[in-house]
């Protein structure tokens, strides 16, 4: 079974271009998650999918991130314009369904680098 | 407002002894969960807790779960070097996972 795929790997960007990343679960997934990792911390997460409605949000900033899953399927996150502190490792993760008793399965996630 | 804590956040152990990290949680969880990161990689899970005084071991890693001191515990037998890595617990509620802070573990010689 092909586990989640994201791409790009790797991105480095200076301060104030914008950036999309792209991410398709695992097949069959209904349920779609983006985190953010910075250097040293746990993820955190940003947006949470089923189907291609939004379960959560309340953690994305809205004023720079965006995040669509059109289809129910890809999922694409973008920010315009990036900062300094957007510097991180983009985590996609997926799940069969919402509740407590579907476990999350990651990506290998995108490295940004904000110059 | 959840918290997840773990500690200690870095552990440097020696090969062959026995350690134990922490995981603290402020809020009642559906499930307690344990990843492994190796540096560059994803999140490989490890261990998946359900209910009070659950435990759950695979080769020299054992983890458990009490709920009611909202505490899990990984406990690692006889360290080796293949085990460097970052563990991190997670907190679950529906279908929301809350990370702790990691512990970095390196094993020496």
């Known amino acids: 079974e092909a586990g989640v795929a994201q791409s790009p790997r790797y991105k480095i960007i200076e301060k104030r271009q914008s950036v999309a990343f792209w991410c398709n679960p695992i097949?069959?997934?209904?349920?779609l998650y983006w985190y953010q990792q910075i250097l040293g911390q746990g993820p955190k997460l940003l947006i949470q999918f089923q189907n291609n409605g939004v379960v959560d949000d309340s953690q994305l900033p809205k004023d720079r991130f965006s995040a669509e899953r059109l289809k129910g399927v890809d999922s694409t996150l973008k920010i315009q314009p990036a900062k300094l502190e957007d510097s991180a490792v983009y985590l996609c993760a997926s799940s069969l369904t919402l509740g407590q008793y579907n476990e999350q399965f990651f990506g290998p996630g995108t490295r940004l680098t904000v110059l | 407002e959840l918290k997840v804590e773990q500690n200690p956040l870095f552990l440097s152990m020696q090969e062959g002894k026995n350690y134990t990290i922490y995981c603290n949680y402020s809020t009642t969880s559906d499930r307690l969960y344990w990843y492994r990161q190796d540096p560059g990689k994803s999140l490989e899970s490890l261990f998946v807790?359900?209910?009070?005084?659950a435990v759950k071991q695979e080769g020299r890693l054992m983890a458990s779960l009490d709920t009611k001191a909202r505490l899990s515990t990984l406990h690692i037998t006889a360290a080796v070097h293949d085990l460097s890595a970052t563990y991190f617990c997670a907190h679950s509620t529906a279908s929301k996972l809350t990370f702790g802070t990691g512990t970095r573990l390196q094993v020496t010689l």
């Open positions: 807790l359900l209910s009070n005084g």
């Open positions: 097949s069959g997934h209904a349920t």
